[in-house]
């Protein structure tokens, strides 16, 4: 893993001279309560018998400095001698003060996952994606590896790197508008997810796999990126965008993620010979009607043929066509078929080669 240095990562500075007003977010208590230099306390973390002052955005966040010291390598080397104070530098109620180069939320989190850890116990509700994204990019670049670690753990609950977990991405975790692209029920959730994201966040994913070097995230965070408007990929998601790379690969995904499940709904319902599908069929004109409707249907083939989620399958269509008991299970164990073949290949639609898949493969072919 490749991580900034420490100078680059912490920036121990006097805040006398910023003439910055302290945040429109602040109360009059919030306020009240601040000193010189012009900073805003944290509601959440402001201890009272806290030995260091950490300043992010103008947040000011008294917290442990012997925490830090010991969950921390980079705050070890750099506090573990003193912190540098040139004269004349500001307190805080006696406090050496911390410049950072974070976000106020993220290093929020990051104390969160470090002070008070059940935050990141989804108990109840999931954990938000914010969260998890800020203790992967705070723990490495703190190098607490242990937050790293957690939250990577966490972020791989959901772009995963096996097929059985495959619906994560795909079954209405996400706020994308699959139910709208093709007619008929949305698959719903069997399991409560860990993570609370939106399918924007998958810029972020891909990201942070970048940061940490951990590509098996990739293939499905890129996936995820295709479902994606075209706006919101180019631009990025407000907090991340792609690099220029990894956005020509994202592009170039949307547009073999297309072809492949074109392809795909065509195999599935293509005429079969007559010895086969139609063999067990009581319904034979019926169904061969309802097959033909599929693709008499220029509103549904349009959108069935453009459509880039290939992971989502096919079986609402099934469903909805009317078929004999027979050809639906013929139909379905050819749509499952597709989505393993569209799983197994997931890598390389984005030129990826990552282990997992290929291991998969290569155990297939044994
Ligand atoms: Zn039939």
Not at 1 to 10: G, K, L, N, V
Not at 309 to 326: A, K, P, R, Y
Request: proline share 5%; with cysteine; aromatic share 8%.
């Amino acid at each position: 893993m490749q991580r900034s240095s420490t100078s680059d990562a912490i920036v121990a500075t006097s805040l006398a001279a910023s003439g910055n007003t302290a945040s429109a977010e602040a109360t009059d208590s919030d306020r009240f309560h601040v000193q010189e230099p012009n900073v805003v306390h944290d509601d959440e973390f402001w201890y009272p018998d806290g030995s260091i002052v950490l300043i992010a955005e103008r947040r000011a966040f008294r917290v442990y400095r012997g925490i830090l010291v010991q969950e921390s390598v980079v705050f070890r080397d750099l506090l573990s001698s003193g912190l540098p104070q040139p004269e004349g530098t500001p307190e805080i109620d006696r406090c050496p003060l911390l410049q950072l180069e974070d976000s106020a939320e993220d290093l929020r989190h990051f104390l969160r996952f470090l002070l008070c850890r059940r935050h990141f116990v989804p108990l109840e509700d999931p954990i938000p994606f914010s969260a998890v994204a800020a203790i992967i990019r705070l723990g490495h670049k703190y190098q607490v590896d242990i937050a790293e670690k957690e939250g990577l753990r966490l972020l791989q609950t959901i772009f995963v790197t096996e097929f059985h977990d495959k619906p994560s991405i795909v079954d209405g975790h996400i706020d994308c508008d699959w139910a709208e692209m093709i007619p008929g029920p949305r698959p719903q959730s069997t399991s409560k997810p860990t993570i609370q994201y939106k399918q924007r966040d998958a810029i972020t994913a891909a990201k942070l796999a970048r940061l940490t070097d951990v590509l098996e995230i990739l293939p499905t965070a890129f996936y995820v990126c295709c479902q994606l408007d075209i706006g919101t990929l180019l631009q990025g998601n407000g907090t991340d965008s792609l690099g220029q790379s990894d956005l020509i690969t994202c592009l170039n995904g949307r547009d073999a993620l297309s072809c492949a499940n074109a392809e795909a709904t065509c195999r599935i319902f293509e005429p079969p010979p007559r010895s086969k599908w139609f063999h067990a069929c009581n319904r034979r004109e019926a169904c061969r009607a309802a097959r033909d409707s599929i693709f008499s249907d220029d509103d549904l083939i349009g959108s069935l043929l453009l459509r880039r989620n290939i992971l989502m399958g096919w079986q609402d269509i099934i469903e909805s066509n009317g078929f004999c008991d027979v050809c639906d299970s013929h139909l379905s164990e050819r749509a499952s078929e597709e989505v393993q073949r569209a799983w197994d290949h997931l890598p390389s639609y984005f030129s990826l080669d990552i282990s997992p898949w290929n291991l998969e493969a290569s155990s297939e072919t044994e």
